[in-house]
């Protein structure tokens, strides 16, 4: 198969648009592999598609190799389902919401648990059809409020996202592992360096969710990793060893003047303490209308999704002065000795420290030897402390190391959270009536095409791994000559009836601009045909990883490049498990 760059529907460009911040998303535009057409809204042109492609085909391939079935499940959801599993009335404005001509209710899907139990209730009644894995292909729409980066965080999108139907805890834990091993297969085929971290659950629900994190220094997530390999994870959900707890009796309450102190910085500096001997408050309105007064160490900060966890708070947004007031706290100066009408959430390391410094509730004053359980009690004790760089591993206790990551797939264990809500059941061998127990596993397919970039790139453009690659082989027809076009004409012909990809440059432009098109665009061969290598019945050939070339026969180019892809090829071949102990 080839294609003729005088004839690609796309064209390269010199420069990236303004609002291009990473890599990837300047790359693939000026590639000429999308384009925008709205906010985080892209075409896929043909340079593009095809990498999806490939990347949909290596999917497939695996999750076919694991049992699954490939369906389609429609992008628009009457809302009554999302009714049933109580997702409709508990996501905000991400979940684009929309009625028919018949003011009937309806969602733009950006995942299909849902449709999944209700197929389940109507197909489903025995144990015998169980376990069952099923998987598509489909447009995702989630009203994204911040969309960046190109295809890394767009608002529509496709994924596959696949799910286990299966009698029990037991059978979920099979195909949950049949998943996590088919990932690690995909992505190493992909030619991505990643890592299994844990994670939130989210909204999804359930038990027990795991992230497949590909290394770059502009993903969003921040993931905290044990050096000696025992432990990773997000750093929404990471834990880290504690400080031992302090023995010591309380000491008398004591008001002291502190001037011009709204910070815990501040507030140590002036009194010459530490600031893990101090109290931090942090204030928040919960989505519930709930007043939510956080306190930790000074030297800690609040990590937001174990306190939503903490409090069953679905949203949690900043607190406004009044609203901080209208408990009896004052903004700076804060704690919740004395406050009222407040859910108080105290961190471990609040119960594990006698005789803090927090504030008054009054400008310009802190309280020494403050002590949970004599000066205020707490609504809620729980870990909600945020881990960084140097805390200690929760397994081995050695300094974690800080990376930051793209989420590239997760995979969630469910259970009956959907099942039970719509009703999904199946028999028993005795006639018993049993929740399904279901598990979900999603992949961004354009993500992980953007995060290929993210990795596979140098100064001059993209560098595809072999297996997703648009082509295989750039091949430039370089100078004005009959001979040299005749000559790549058949060249590539010879490639293309070999099976070899070949994007074509055809076009009347200098060696220079081919050259460069080329290497942006970054398939991993490149072939020329020049004035001087037609003279030595040769084409120079050379890797996009390289800068150095080689002369081969023009009849022997075909099986030069076969070589060399299948080399390509064999490297990206899993050979062993990677990840993280769990």
């Known amino acids: 198969m080839f294609r003729r760059m005088s004839h690609l529907f796309g064209r390269t460009l010199r420069e990236a648009p303004a609002d291009a911040e990473l890599p990837s998303h300047q790359l693939m535009v000026r590639a000429g592999m999308v384009r925008p057409l709205g906010a985080g809204i892209y075409t896929l042109m043909p340079l593009g598609y095809r990498v999806t492609a490939k990347v949909e085909q290596i999917v497939r391939e695996e999750m076919d190799a694991i049992g699954g079935q490939e369906m389609l499940m429609p992008v628009v959801h009457p809302a009554d389902l999302w009714r049933e599993s109580g997702r409709f009335q508990a996501i905000g404005p991400e979940l684009v919401r929309l009625k028919d001509r018949g003011e009937r209710d309806l969602v733009l899907a950006f995942t299909h648990e849902e449709v999944v139990a209700d197929l389940a209730r109507s197909e489903i009644s025995s144990y015998r059809q169980l376990p069952m894995i099923v998987y598509h292909f489909q447009t995702k729409f989630r009203d994204e409020p911040r969309s960046r980066g190109g295809l890394i965080r767009v608002r529509e999108f496709t994924m596959k996202d696949s799910y286990t139907l299966d009698a029990d805890e037991a059978g979920l834990e099979v195909g949950y592992r049949k998943h996590w091993h088919a990932y690690h297969r995909m992505f190493t085929r992909m030619g991505l360096r990643y890592i299994v971290v844990g994670a939130d659950v989210g909204m999804m629900g359930g038990s027990l969710s795991e992230e497949f994190m590909a290394f770059s220094p502009h993903g969003e997530d921040v993931l905290l990793i044990c050096p000696n390999g025992d432990y990773a994870a997000n750093r929404e959900v990471a834990t880290f060893i504690r400080d031992e707890p302090l023995a010591a009796e309380p000491l008398p309450l004591e008001d002291v003047a502190t001037p011009q102190t709204p910070t815990i910085q501040a507030l140590a500096d002036y009194l010459g303490i530490p600031t893990k001997q101090t109290a931090k408050a942090v204030f928040f309105k919960g989505g519930s209308g709930k007043f939510i007064f956080a306190v930790i160490r000074g030297d800690l900060d609040v990590n937001e999704t174990k306190l939503r966890q903490a409090t069953g708070e679905g949203d949690l947004l900043p607190a406004s002065a009044e609203e901080i007031k209208a408990v009896g706290a004052e903004p700076g100066y804060g704690s919740p000795v004395g406050v009222h009408d407040a859910v108080i959430v105290v961190d471990e390391s609040i119960r594990d420290t006698p005789n803090l410094v927090a504030g008054a509730n009054k400008p310009g004053y802190h309280l020494r030897n403050v002590n949970l359980g004599r000066d205020f009690e707490a609504d809620i004790v729980a870990d909600i402390a945020a881990a960084a760089e140097g805390y200690r591993c929760p397994v081995c206790g050695a300094p974690m190391q800080v990376e930051r990551g793209i989420e590239i797939g997760n995979i969630f264990k469910l259970g009956t959270r959907y099942t039970e809500a719509l009703g999904s059941t199946y028999l028993d061998a005795e006639g018993q009536a049993h929740p399904i127990v279901m598990g979900s596993y999603g992949i961004g397919v354009g993500r992980a095409a953007a995060t ?31 001979a040299i076009t005749e000559a790549a004409d058949r060249l590539c012909e010879e490639l293309s009836a070999a099976g070899i990809e070949v994007l074509y440059d055809d076009r009347e432009d200098r ?14 061969i490149r072939l020329s045909v020049s004035k001087r290598t037609l003279a030595n019945n040769q084409a120079e050939l050379r890797l996009r990883t390289s800068d150095e070339s080689e002369f081969v026969a023009l009849d022997g180019v075909v099986d030069r490049v076969q070589e060399l892809l299948a080399g390509m090829l064999a490297a990206l071949e899993p050979k062993a498990e990677v990840g993280v102990a769990r």
């Open 511 to 524: 060696a220079g601009v081919k050259f460069n098109d080329a290497d942006l665009i970054g398939n991993p």
């Open 452 to 482: 290929a970039v993210e990795q596979c790139r140098d100064e001059r453009g993209i560098r595809w791994p072999v297996s997703i690659a648009p082509f295989h082989v750039s091949l430039l027809s370089l100078g004005n000559d009959p």
